[in-house]
């Protein structure tokens, strides 16, 4: 059946996103059954260490994220993958092994976690960065709802079938089918090729030097700082009912494991339905309409569960959750995605991993606290007032447009015509723009200028000015410096957009007409050492 370009479904007409797509939904069953098993394994030994697991999953995203995102920008996404699926595959073998000998203990037990949860922050960047590789950009809000889909359609399957197992034949079971789940991603991987060779870190670009990158980047883009502004104000309220779901399963409902894990599964149930309804939904409401509705839902949900004590009633209230949860974060994966460009996709998809798993990380252990010292119900409409100064925040800090944003490579800059040969290492490099302008448009120009300015420093640039001369004021002059050579050139050849240029056009179409701006780049000579001579 062919499927409409518009069509939710559509990302699902490429054989590789399919073929992948199928594999994670059997490895996100395998993670559902392994986390309802751990959990419920602790549920006897507290409520703060129960919510420990949540805790030990989402750290090592919070920690390894950002260097996981270098890896992401500089090695090939495809063996980083690999390299993950097959660490995490180890991880749960010997988790496995440890539950069938009765010997996991609580603090094993959460020490195993951890590790898979540091292969999944060495996985997160790069799975997320080769979306734009497998789907057009036109259908990233599509594949990340797919994404959504395939999460919670796991969460329907994953959570009452771990529940059952665990109930019927242990928790080393679940632990067996999740180390075999790995396989299946590893298997489409290996037999699959990204269509482009790619090398975006500037050439000898160190770790920190790239990590920086990637942060001064996400500083100066006000669209991708948005985005993270808004998943920090609904995780913390949305993670309260991740992390106490298994105690109003067992001590306000009476629920045993196989209990919970249908009450997960009506999750999974109201997100893979709601999936039909979400493009009518964001057409009705737009994206941040969106945002407000998930978090409203997401508030009443949790005071249901807070005053509630029948089964069903609870098991009503959070089919709903689930369109909510698909919702916001499907909506916030795609706006992060469409705003950032290929050299530095890895590196800010993994800062808005850090905003989002650091948020339940961290938040997590502060719900079980909570929980245990002021009560489940209080802690639970407390959440829900989370949620509802998270939906009323939209108002004022939306979604910005992304119509505007276009981070397709364009590589417009000339080749600098330089005398010298300067080194990769050589810098910093003062790079001098010279503009004519009529005073009529004076105003505007430097208005202009401001966005030209964000494009510099997201590029590379690490202090920028622009300025007037005194005596001649229709020249205006514009400075800015670079850390080195090699990080110029990489703004040349791999960093600009089609976005950064039509900041550049917008301003220079109000310079004197028949003019250009006149470039030069100077290097650092305060030190004793100048750049190398042309060889004669």
């Known amino acids: 059946m062919r499927l409409s370009a518009d069509s939710a479904w559509a990302p699902l007409a490429v054989r590789v996103f399919r073929a992948l797509w199928i594999a994670q939904l059997v490895s996100n069953t395998g993670t559902w059954m392994q986390t309802v098993g751990a959990q419920w394994l602790l549920v006897g030994h507290g409520a703060a260490l129960l919510t420990l697991v949540q805790t030990a999953s989402s750290l090592p995203v919070v920690l390894l994220a950002l260097p996981s995102g270098v890896l992401a920008d500089r090695y090939d996404r495809r063996k980083v993958l690999l390299t993950a699926q097959f660490a995490m595959l180890a991880v749960s073998t010997a988790l496995t092994v440890l539950a069938f000998r009765s010997a996991l203990a609580p603090g094993v037990l959460l020490g195993l976690t951890f590790l898979l949860g540091c292969g999944t922050a060495l996985m997160g960047p790069a799975w997320q960065a080769i979306q734009p590789e497998l789907v057009e950009r036109g259908q990233l809000g599509q594949a990340a709802a797919l ?33 075999l789940s790995y396989l299946g991603i590893a298997s489409v991987l290996l037999l699959w090729r990204a269509p482009t060779a790619r090398q975006s870190v500037t050439q000898g670009e160190g770790l920190l030097a790239a990590v920086q990158a990637g942060r001064r980047y996400v500083w100066h883009a006000p669209g991708v700082r948005r985005v993270l502004l808004r998943t920090a104000l609904f995780i913390p309220g949305g993670a309260a009912l991740w992390s106490l779901l298994p105690l109003v399963a067992s001590r306000s409902l009476g629920l045993g494991s196989d209990g919970y894990g249908l009450l997960l599964g009506v999750v999974g149930v109201g997100a893979v339905g709601g999936a039909f309804a979400l493009p009518a939904i964001r057409r009705g409401l737009g994206a941040n309409g969106t945002l407000a509705a998930g978090a409203l839902i997401f508030a009443a949900t949790l005071a249901v569960l807070a005053t509630t004590r029948n089964p069903w009633l609870a098991a009503v209230a959070l089919l709903p959750a689930g369109l909510a949860w698909i919702g916001v974060l499907s909506t916030l994966n795609a706006a992060v995605q469409q705003r950032l460009p290929g050299w530095v996709r890895g590196r800010g998809l993994a800062i808005y991993l850090v905003v989002f798993q650091g948020g339940q990380a961290l938040t997590a252990p502060a719900w079980g606290a909570l929980a245990d010292g002021v009560g489940l119900t209080s802690a639970m409409l407390i959440g829900a007032g989370l949620l509802l100064g998270s939906a009323l925040s939209v108002r004022h800090w939306p979604l910005h447009h992304a119509d505007g944003i276009d981070p397709s490579p364009s590589a417009h800059w000339p080749v600098p015509p330089l005398v010298v040969d300067p080194g990769p290492a050589d810098g910093p490099v003062l790079v001098s723009v010279t503009y004519r302008v009529a005073p009529r448009n004076w105003a505007a120009f430097t208005d202009r200028m401001r966005h030209v300015a964000r494009s510099r420093r997201r590029t590379g640039a690490v202090t920028w000015g622009l300025f007037q001369d005194g005596g001649d004021p229709d020249r205006f002059i514009e400075n800015y410096l670079v850390s080195s050579w090699s990080e110029h050139l990489a703004q ?33 000579a305060s030190s004793g050492s100048t750049i190398r001579a042309p060889e004669v």
């Not at 791999?494 to 240029?501: E, F, G, M, V």
């Open 147 to 179: 994404g959504a889909v395939n999460m919670n359609l796991a969460r329907a399957v994953g959570p009452a079938l771990g529940g059952a197992v665990v109930a019927a034949a242990g928790a080393g079971w679940v632990f067996a089918f999740n180390a």
């Open 492 to 524: 040349h050849q791999s960093r600009l957009t089609a976005h950064d240029r039509r900041c550049e056009d917008e301003a220079r179409d109000l310079l004197v007409e028949g003019t250009a701006p006149e470039i030069t780049h100077a290097f650092d």
